[in-house]
Nanobody, 125 residues
Framework: EVQLQASGGGLVQTGGSLRLSCAAS????????IAWFRQTPGKEREGIAC????????VYADSVKRRFAISSDNAKNTVYLQMDSLEPEDTAVYYCAAGYDHGLLRLIRGDYDYWGQGTQVTVSS
């Protein structure tokens, strides 16, 4: 059974940091791309970062570039999202997702087949 367990969300002040974790199981980790998406009420789910587990290549949305960093620990089947310089606009539910690596590293929701349950990030001003 495929499982993605997202954790690490919480309440932080503007300018603070959080690290999210996505623990994966039930599939061949290195054959997949793992992404982080986020969603606020009434808005589309937005892809913000992804990593090709096999080669470590990454893609970021402009909204988080130079503030967020995605990484993986293949020994633990876990992907991390280090979030620095957080802003109130980063407040959202954050989801991790997994999609088979077809060689296209994209932040498109339809590329991802498996989703975690989401973790809330709240940035206070």
């Amino acid at each position: 059974e495929v499982q993605l367990q997202a954790s690490g969300g919480g309440l932080v002040q503007t300018g603070g940091s959080l690290r999210l974790s996505c623990a994966a199981s039930g599939f061949a980790f290195t054959d997949y791309t793992i992404a982080w998406f986020r969603q606020t009420p009434g808005k589309e789910r937005e892809g913000i970062a992804c990593i090709g587990i096999d080669d470590g290549s990454t893609v970021y949305a402009d909204s988080v570039k130079r503030r967020f960093a995605i990484s993986s620990d293949n020994a633990k089947n876990t992907v991390y999202l280090q979030m620095d310089s957080l802003e109130p606009e980063d407040t959202a539910v954050y989801y991790c997702a997994a999609g088979y690596d077809h060689g296209l590293l994209r932040l498109i929701r339809g590329d991802y087949d498996y989703w975690g349950q989401g973790t809330q990030v709240t940035v206070s001003s």
